[in-house]
């Protein structure tokens, strides 16, 4: 089990990854700007290639398609799966930039019962 936020972590959710599909079709870079966590801001990037989840690291990746700026307590609760991508867009508890029809592409992939899968999956090998 691996504390959230960690590289450890991103490579343990990389791996749960794995046994996805994928979603044909979808590429997006996504950079994390996770603030206000109790060891201080976080920044991560997920980069998906045809939905499969290809590279998840600590850092800042260079014009991503997307940026997520949540609070810690909001993205604590996303990995949990207490939260939904949608919940997000409809609360506003989680600034969003860039290609907004990517992120609009993203929420209903996000509700598919693999994506589903794939959160509690990670949520059980993660340490919050």
């Given at each position: 089990?691996?504390?959230?936020?960690?590289?450890?972590?991103?490579?343990?959710?990389?791996?749960?990854?794995?046994?996805?599909?994928g979603w044909p079709g979808f590429s997006c870079s996504v950079q994390f700007f996770v603030h206000g966590g109790p060891e201080?801001?976080?920044e991560y990037y997920w980069v998906f290639e045809e939905g499969k989840l290809t590279e998840c690291m600590l850092g800042r990746l260079e014009?991503?398609?997307v940026t997520l700026a949540p609070a810690y307590e909001v993205a604590v609760k996303v990995h949990k799966g207490e939260l939904?991508?949608?919940?997000?867009a409809l609360q506003g508890t989680g600034k969003a930039t860039g290609d907004m029809a990517k992120v609009m592409a993203f929420i209903p992939l996000s509700e598919s019962p693999e994506y589903k899968q794939f959160v509690a999956n990670a949520a059980e090998i993660t340490k919050f």
């Open positions: 089990m691996s504390k959230c936020f960690t590289q450890e972590w991103l490579d343990d959710v990389k791996r749960a990854a794995e046994s996805m599909q201080g801001d976080i014009n991503p398609d939904t991508p949608r919940d997000i």
